[in-house]
């Protein structure tokens, strides 16, 4: 019997109105659509809108930690920590420059890493920690930056770049956290450098693309520091395409064979409808989570909490976690819940899980509190096309599955 209640709710669409449309159309009839005047204007907004002095824009979030790895100069006989508890992207661009993936378990009943367990994990080959701002909460960066410091005689630097730092690198996978603030500092100004995603299912979205920001640091030329992520995004080409089209100046150079990853005006101007969009998506975002909580706060299940007196989270996943439960029960609530209509994830299944860092001898044994904190979360849809109507429907078909799991 088909139930005419049912609704459709899918778990995280791009909120896309008519002036997002009308602007990519009207990129394409510039008849510029890669890398040129948007791109530009989309990255002086950003930097703009974080404070800081410069943002790149590229095509992906995990390009921007690439690159940023490499213009670092990190690579084979380095490591590099991060956490257990991320989706691969995170530990992926280290193997990709061919340092080596250090890994630490979350704290206790905590989506964040153990900053115990950092400290112990750096020697003297560490040139960078990955922490990951989850959902859209950011880290706790001033623990963060007290364990590095209290491992300052550890750091040996490679190069000239790295001495500016004189200790381990903070680089955020902030792919998230787009938006998000803590204690009076927006997501961007924190971390050496963070990186964030524009991908589909983020709250501003250009379909695929990323941007990298950095903090101001005496003796960092960001002018060179810039160049140097446009070199190391397309080719390695001394000029772009933009500037290429001057009169007469069709010459130019391959610096170092380099990579492809730069992001088109198509994806830009997308973007720059959407960042002027942003602080209502934003407030939408935080409505919302508003009634998951009141809906959810009498069952008993433990959610991220998104806001507190001092941050501000950029609201892009609704964590929860079921007592009692493990992972066949899990399964079934979202299994049961995608039959009634409703699309939930999981975030996330800690790397040493899958088959990719297994071989790279990773054991979840070793990682029991990511374990306890993956077997029993259940990620709610979370996006601004969601309506009181919606949420009511999704609190209340949970409710009624974990009361029939109960009386099991």
């Not at 204690?183 to 983020?202: E, I």
């Not at 520091?225 to 080719?235: A, E, I, P, V």
């Not at 399964?331 to 790279?360: D, Q, S, W």
Request: charged share 25%; aromatic share 10%.
């Amino acid at each position: 019997m088909i139930n005419i209640n049912m609704r459709n709710i899918p778990f995280s669409p791009p909120d896309i109105t008519d002036a997002e449309i009308e602007e990519v159309i009207k990129t394409m009839k510039s008849g510029w659509i890669t890398t040129g005047p948007r791109t530009k204007l989309f990255e002086m907004k950003i930097a703009e809108y974080i404070g800081s002095n410069k943002a790149v824009c590229l095509n992906s979030a995990t390009a921007a930690m690439e690159l940023t790895l490499r213009i670092l100069g990190i690579g084979v006989g380095d490591e590099v920590i991060t956490t257990a508890y991320t989706y691969t992207a995170t530990a992926s661009v280290i193997e990709h420059v061919g340092a080596k993936i250090v890994l630490v378990d979350n704290a206790a009943d905590s989506y964040e890493m153990d900053y115990e367990k950092l400290a112990d994990a750096i020697t003297e080959r560490t040139k960078a920690i990955i922490p990951v701002d989850l959902a859209g909460k950011m880290c706790d960066y001033k623990t963060i930056y007290k364990v590095l410091e209290s491992k300052k005689e550890l750091f040996k630097a490679n190069n000239e770049f790295q001495k500016l730092f004189d200790r381990v690198i903070v680089m955020s996978d902030a792919a998230h956290a787009f938006g998000a603030e803590a204690n009076g500092l927006k997501c961007g100004n924190v971390a050496d450098f963070t990186c964030f995603s524009f991908h589909a299912v983020k709250n501003l979205t250009t379909a695929e693309g990323g941007a990298v920001v950095w903090r101001d640091r005496i003796g960092l030329d960001d002018e060179w520091l810039y160049k140097q992520f446009m070199l190391y995004s397309l080719h390695g080409q001394s000029k772009d395409a933009l500037a290429k089209t001057q009169k007469g100046s069709w010459e130019y150079d391959i610096i170092y064979p380099a990579y492809k990853c730069n992001m088109t005006d198509i994806m830009a101007g997308f973007g720059l409808i959407q960042l002027n969009r942003y602080d209502g998506l934003m407030n939408k975002r935080k409505e919302i989570i508003e009634m998951y909580d009141n809906a959810l706060l009498p069952l008993r299940i433990q959610r991220l909490v998104h806001y507190g007196e001092n941050f501000s989270s950029s609201g892009h996943l609704y964590l929860t976690r079921i007592p009692g439960i493990g992972v066949v029960e899990r399964n079934e609530i979202i299994t049961r819940m995608a039959e009634a209509g409703i699309v939930c994830n999981v975030h996330y299944k800690p790397l040493p899980m899958f088959t990719a860092y297994k071989n790279l001898g990773f054991d979840i044994e070793d990682y029991p509190n990511a374990f306890s904190m993956y077997e029993n979360e259940i990620t709610l849809p979370l996006h601004t096309l969601l309506s009181k109507e919606d949420i009511d429907y999704v609190t209340g078909t949970l409710k009624n599955l974990l009361n029939e799991i109960q009386v099991r």
